[in-house]
């Protein structure tokens, strides 16, 4: 990584450390979106606590000229505001970075490191002296830590207040206080400080035809123009917002012109059960349903999609994964829940899942999720992570193709059914293992009984033990078809001997990785997987790579034992890199573990330092 | 047994309703539940109240839960789809059914298990939602696939058939459901169907949640001496409060009742309930003295029976009423009227860029 200071311009992290509640998510949003409007690629992560005020909380943004998007894993600048976690903030700068404090206050071990350059900046005085009320100076010591920030790197306050204009266009009197507080830091920083710092911004032209969303809107996107009108859930963090944006967005775009009624219905659920029950209800009755949740509520939705499964029915899930187990770290990323979605519920169940990377596939992969339901007639996860969901990506801007129309499947409609002789749910009649679909209300003679239980591929309930094969083995045809409808894997393959193989939001890391080991001299193929079932595409990846490593964030190696489990793969040549430490993976800590494997490798005696 | 076919010839000189359809038409496939189970008069009394009605068989969503109660939507009206979901669940499927579909007729048959164990919460938040939709509750006070264990329904000191007492108090379906502001609260007794056939009519026009809590003596686990949920007990013990008569729209009513003896209900569709009170302090349009009236037999050993509540003007909103949907089906919506198109999400992100 390049270290001189000159090439730090559009090439830097900066973090800042403050305390939940106190506001400063609009201070940071600000700061990054005026980066983004310079034109320079900026990724920004939010580290939150589960709690609703007073625990610590950081911000990183990750500045990237390059359009490196994950963490780098080295922060250059940092905002150290929580004295709670003063201490450890400092010691996380890098050597020949710089700190920003408060200096309203002492701080005694500020000086604790000489490889630093520290800038104190009276941020709560300057607050104190210029606004009242206890509220209105937190919240402004935080605007005016952008001010500091805008003249340090060197930030368009003009550019600033064009975006503070835009957020409170609703209430044009936060704009002029905002300001006055921008600008107090803003000047405070030009004059004690030589502005800008070697690591800054310069205006470029990369981010042209880009916006900056988070995951769980742009999945709420992708539902509304998917077509879904049923909406039940249960709150859980981190997937919330998901629900929140498609009734914000249904409200808008949903109503009807004449009498305002709203052509969706938006049900909040006693529990996840309820929720996955009420998706499973309007699914069966024709409608596009889907619900949102995180790890706890899969656990609780087991029973429901073992019977949607076995019973066939439609139904799309959202799982913004947190990191686990139980109540585990709800506001911390992870990738957690692959095997527990993969084969849900008790039984022979295996389940549709979709991974997103981002969230443009959070769009794109929400819409595809239905007609994968509706055409599979089966559940389809959508396994997102809280880094996706609740943090804003810098994403090419999302396109629809206004000649989509849903893909119902295989229902019968009036006149189908009234040609036929008699109607049998379960049958096989194309041979792709998808039978035909009836729905309630529309002829009698389409009518039949939708159970958990044994049933024949007639439909009736049966204990008998090859009318139960046929059926269960049918389920299994249909998931040889359903491989052949899911996203392929995304494979860039030179024919290298060793790959690399990863699964959502870490793509970023590897990408950033590849080029980092490209330059130390190792060169590797990369294979993203995007769906469950494994296409064949996958098999051949695996099989055509002497070593290949399987980076993901969980502490058991998930998608190895998926990998091994569901294709012929060696399981010897699978290393896995893992990182479950809650926090988003950086490009860093997989080369580092690919190179100490390498390492290992070379000096034979020596057994594995990662993987297994 | 679901796998034997029931002969489907039907007499000539059977009688039609206004649909050309006679009884058989609203049957379902033959009972596998025991010979004398309560259930399977409930059962009868379903085909009787649908054919009456002449309901379209394809527009009748019968769901269930789990149990020998859950079982019976096999058991009539074999023209509407049936959804036997996972165990104390239905109320969920049958509100994302509802969701979906606000145009057809739902009617959910449950068990005392199904609704007041494992089914509590889902059946506390569907009244609350008011979702337009009758649900039967077929109560005998026990667990009968499981043999014999007691239910949340069973009454305190009831004795099991292999001796045991219960010694914990019951969840009464009705007095549930009145605190949480059920518009339609009713309670019969399998083996009087005259009374039951006009209940679940009226039941299936209301427009929001219609319970009718339904005895249903189980003849194989409790239906024993020491019971009180036994066919003999519960012929001894009910006590009917308020005969509830269903006149379909358009249809005069022909019984001439006494002066003061009956009160007539319009409901949305105009069709009428006339309420008929046995006891001429009680009123059937009193929520809190229904409560109270029901709990107070219940002290003394009994079940009051018959249409115990009723919101008069079903002004309570229902679950489409509160969601403010269309008056078409949801899942009927064309795409072109759910997807804002190219143009639009164009506008929708110009405040991500």
């Known amino acids: 990584m390049a270290t001189s200071a000159a090439s730090r311009i559009n090439d830097f992290t900066l973090k800042i450390a403050t305390v939940n509640g106190t506001g400063s998510a609009s201070a940071n949003t600000l700061l990054m979106k005026s980066i983004f409007r310079s034109g320079v690629p900026v990724m920004g992560k939010n580290y939150f606590p589960s709690n609703i005020q007073g625990l610590p909380t950081w911000y990183e943004i990750r500045v990237s000229r390059e359009g490196h998007l994950a963490r780098s894993g080295s922060v250059e600048l940092m905002v150290a505001l929580n004295p709670e976690t003063y201490a450890r903030d400092v010691r996380e700068i890098a050597p020949g970075g710089y700190l920003v404090y408060d200096s309203t206050w002492p701080r005694p071990v500020l000086l604790s490191r000489a490889d630093i350059t520290v800038l104190g900046v009276p941020l709560a005085r300057m607050c104190n002296e210029n606004f009242d009320g206890v509220r209105t100076r937190i919240l402004m010591k935080n605007i005016c830590y952008a001010g500091v920030l805008a ?60 916006i900056m969303i988070d995951g769980n809107t742009a999945a709420a996107l992708g539902c509304v123009f998917a077509g879904a009108t049923v909406a039940a859930w249960y709150p859980i963090t981190p997937s919330t917002s998901l629900m929140d944006a498609f009734k914000g967005f249904c409200e808008r775009l949903r109503l009807d012109p004449h009498s305002g009624r709203k052509r969706f219905a938006f049900i909040q659920a006693e529990d996840e059960l309820a929720a996955i029950g009420m998706v499973l209800g309007a699914s069966w009755n024709g409608a596009r349903a889907f619900t949102a949740t995180s790890g706890p509520g899969i656990s609780l939705m087991n029973e429901f999609l073992g019977l949607a499964y076995y019973a066939e029915v439609p139904a799309v899930v959202f799982d913004v994964q947190r990191v686990g187990p139980s109540t585990g770290m709800p506001t911390r990323t992870q990738q957690g829940d692959l095997l527990a979605c993969a084969y849900a519920s008790h039984g022979d169940t295996r389940h549709v899942c979709l991974y997103p990377a981002d969230p443009a596939e959070c769009f794109t992969m929400a819409a595809e999720a239905f007609d994968l339901a509706e055409r599979l007639q089966t559940p389809v996860l959508v396994l997102s992570d809280l880094d996706i969901g609740m943090n804003d990506w810098m994403c090419p801007e999302f396109h629809w193709d206004d000649a989509y129309r849903p893909d119902r499947g295989k229902v019968l409609s009036r006149e189908q059914i009234e040609k036929l002789d008699k109607f049998h749910r379960y049958l096989d009649p194309d041979g792709d293992g998808i039978p035909w ?126 990998l091994t489990l569901e294709t012929a793969v060696e399981k010897a040549k699978l290393r896995s890199l893992l990182h479950y430490s809650g926090l988003p993976v950086s490009s860093r800590f997989i080369v580092e573990g690919v190179l100490a494997e390498l390492r290992g490798r070379s000096s034979a005696a020596q057994p594995s330092a990662v993987g297994a | 047994m679901t796998f034997i076919a029931k002969p489907k010839l039907t007499h000539p000189s059977l009688p039609q309703n206004a649909l050309g359809l006679t009884r058989r038409a609203y049957e379902g496939a033959l009972s596998t539940l025991c010979a004398g189970c309560g259930h399977d008069s409930i059962t009868a009394a379903i085909v009787e109240a649908c054919w009456r009605l002449s309901l379209e068989p394809q527009n009748l969503v019968k769901l269930s839960g789990i149990g020998c109660s859950s079982k019976t939507t096999a058991y009539f009206v074999s023209g509407a789809h049936g959804f036997n979901a996972v165990h104390g669940r239905m109320p969920s499927i049958a509100t994302g059914a509802n969701a979906a579909n606000r145009r057809l007729t739902y009617l959910g048959v449950s068990g005392d298990g199904d609704t007041l164990s494992i089914g509590l919460g889902q059946f506390c938040h569907a009244i609350r939602r008011n979702l337009d939709m009758l649900y039967l509750i077929e109560n005998n006070g026990v667990y009968g696939l499981t043999k014999g264990q007691f239910s949340a329904s069973a009454d305190l000191g009831t004795r099991a058939k292999k001796g045991e007492t219960n010694l914990q108090p019951p969840i009464d379906p009705v007095l549930l459901a009145l605190d949480l502001g059920a518009t339609f609260v009713a309670r019969g007794f399998s083996g009087d169907k005259r009374q039951l056939v006009p209940l679940i009519e009226a039941g299936l026009k ?73 006891d001429s302090d009680y009123d059937p349009t009193d929520r809190a003295a229904a409560g109270a009236a029901v709990q107070s037999r219940m002290n003394s050993g009994e079940y009051l029976t018959g249409l115990i509540y009723l919101d008069p003007s079903e002004a309570r909103a229902e679950f489409h009423q509160v969601n403010a949907t269309p008056d078409e089906p949801l899942n009927a919506l064309p795409y072109e009227q759910l997807s804002p198109g190219a143009q639009g999400l164009r506008k929708i992100l110009s405040r991500y860029r």
């Open chain 1, 151 to 210: 003249a340090l790197l060197n930030l368009d306050p003009a550019r600033m207040r064009g975006l503070l204009e835009q957020t409170y266009a609703k209430r044009p009197q936060l704009i002029e206080s905002n300001m006055k507080a921008l600008q107090l830091g803003f000047d405070y920083a030009r004059e004690h400080f030589s502005c800008p710092l070697p690591l800054a911004i310069e205006p470029m032209e990369r981010t042209a035809g880009h």
């Open chain 1, 437 to 562: 679909r009836t729905l309630p209300g529309v002829h009698p003679k389409g009518a039949y009984f939708t159970r958990g239980s044994g049933h024949t591929q007639f439909g009736a309930y049966t204990e008998d033990a090859h009318d139960y094969q046929v059926v269960l083995d049918r389920l299994m045809k249909k998931w040889q078809t359903a491989k052949t409808l899911v996203p392929r894997a995304l494979i860039e393959s030179a024919g290298r001997e060793i790959g690399i193989v990863s699964v959502g939001s870490t793509d970023s890391a590897v990408r950033e990785a590849l080029a980092l080991l490209a330059a130390e001299g190792v060169a590797a193929d990369y294979m993203r997987v995007r769906a469950f079932p494994f296409g064949e595409e996958v098999e051949r990846f695996l099989a055509e790579h002497a070593l290949v490593f399987v980076l993901e964030q969980n502490r058991d190696a998930q998608l190895r034992s998926l």
């Open chain 2, 206 to 278: 209301h427009r929001g949640f219609a319970l009718i809590d339904v005895l249903s003596p189980c003849v194989t686990f409790n239906d024993h001496e020491g019971s009180t949920k036994s066919y003999a007990y519960t012929r001894e013990h009910y006590e009917p409060a308020v005969f509830a008569d269903f006149v379909p729209r358009e249809a005069p009513i022909l019984v001439d009742y006494a002066p003061g003896e009956a009160r007539e209900v319009a409901l949305h569709d105009g069709s009428r309930i006339v309420l008929r009170k046995t």
